[in-house]
């Protein structure tokens, strides 16, 4: 069973309002991942970081911001939501890299997003 | 330009029939691929995966076959089972490099009784 929480699991928010997405993990891993899906699409990377005080944008543009201060945690933040943000967001993590672990990517349950 | 491709958005599948999801991918540095499979508003569960170095992994109901000539990867599931019903993902990684995953847009399978 995987050990890597997302809150809230549901959230509906007005337009303008400064929000923050909570993500830990108690695996120790050093790699996390935010990704957003919409229904029938792929999962877009939009934030990754390989350790405390790193992170990098992912492949979808994103407005978002994250932070890395202690491994657990991963915190994902929009600054002024809008209509556009509504998605669904989910955070991952692993211990891929070196060949050191063919292992999966743990994810979340995710949290749905609805800017009105 | 998509990496990882799911051609088939949907699947129907009669209960105790093989199911057969197809995944094509176009980055030959991918070393490592997998298959999670996902319900509405809840996060990918890992199902299985497989390394470049084999054309074949098994778990249970579920084979993973890889055609690393070809660049296509295929999920088995049989016998299907009404609780299979879900989105399936394929996703790829090159794991040397330790990049993240990426992932195909799904296959929608649905397993009637």
Same mark, same amino acid.
């Given at each position: 069973?995987?050990?890597?929480?997302?809150?809230?699991?549901?959230?509906?928010?007005?337009?303008?309002?400064?929000?923050? !997405?909570?993500?830990?993990?108690?695996?120790?891993?050093?790699?996390?991942?935010?990704?957003?899906?919409?229904?029938?699409?792929?999962?877009?990377?939009?934030?990754?970081?390989?350790?405390?005080?790193?992170?990098?944008?992912?492949?979808?543009?994103?407005?978002?911001?994250?932070?890395?201060?202690?491994?657990?945690?991963?915190?994902?933040?929009?600054?002024?939501?809008?209509?556009?943000?509504?998605?669904?967001?989910?955070?991952?993590?692993?211990?891929?890299?070196?060949?050191?672990?063919?292992?999966?990517?743990?994810?979340?349950?995710?949290?749905? !997003?609805?800017?009105? | 330009?998509?990496?990882?491709?799911?051609?088939?958005?949907?699947?129907?599948?009669?209960?105790?029939?093989?199911?057969?999801?197809?995944?094509?991918?176009?980055?030959?540095?991918?070393?490592?691929?997998?298959?999670?499979?996902?319900?509405?508003?809840?996060?990918?569960?890992?199902?299985?995966?497989?390394?470049?170095?084999?054309?074949?992994?098994?778990?249970?109901?579920?084979?993973?076959?890889?055609?690393?000539?070809?660049?296509?990867?295929? !999920?088995?599931?049989?016998?299907?089972?009404?609780?299979?019903?879900?989105?399936?993902?394929?996703?790829?990684?090159?794991?040397?490099?330790?990049?993240? !995953?990426?992932?195909?847009?799904?296959?929608?399978?649905?397993?009637?009784?």
């Amino acid at each position: 069973e995987a050990d890597i929480y997302q809150t809230p699991r549901y959230l509906v928010i007005g337009t303008g309002k400064k929000i923050t !997405l909570e993500c830990s993990q108690t695996m120790g891993h050093d790699k996390m991942y935010w990704y957003q899906q919409d229904p029938g699409m792929e999962l877009h990377l939009i934030h990754y970081s390989y350790g405390v005080n790193s992170t990098e944008k992912g492949d979808l543009s994103s407005e978002s911001t994250v932070s890395r201060i202690r491994t657990e945690h991963f915190p994902l933040t929009l600054e002024s939501a809008r209509p556009s943000h509504t998605s669904q967001y989910l955070c991952a993590s692993s211990e891929f890299g070196g060949g050191a672990a063919y292992t999966e990517a743990f994810f979340g349950q995710g949290t749905r !997003l609805t800017v009105v | 330009d998509q990496q990882v491709k799911q051609n088939s958005p949907s699947l129907s599948v009669q209960e105790g029939r093989i199911s057969i999801l197809n995944c094509d991918y176009t980055n030959s540095m991918f070393d490592y691929f997998l298959w999670y499979k996902k319900y509405p508003a809840e996060g990918p569960t890992f199902l299985i995966s497989i390394s470049s170095i084999k054309d074949k992994n098994e778990d249970g109901r579920f084979t993973v076959f890889l055609n690393k000539s070809a660049k296509h990867l295929s !999920l088995h599931i049989v016998p299907s089972q009404p609780g299979d019903s879900a989105v399936y993902f394929c996703a790829a990684s090159d794991i040397q490099a330790g990049t993240a !995953l990426i992932f195909g847009k799904g296959t929608t399978l649905s397993v009637s009784s």
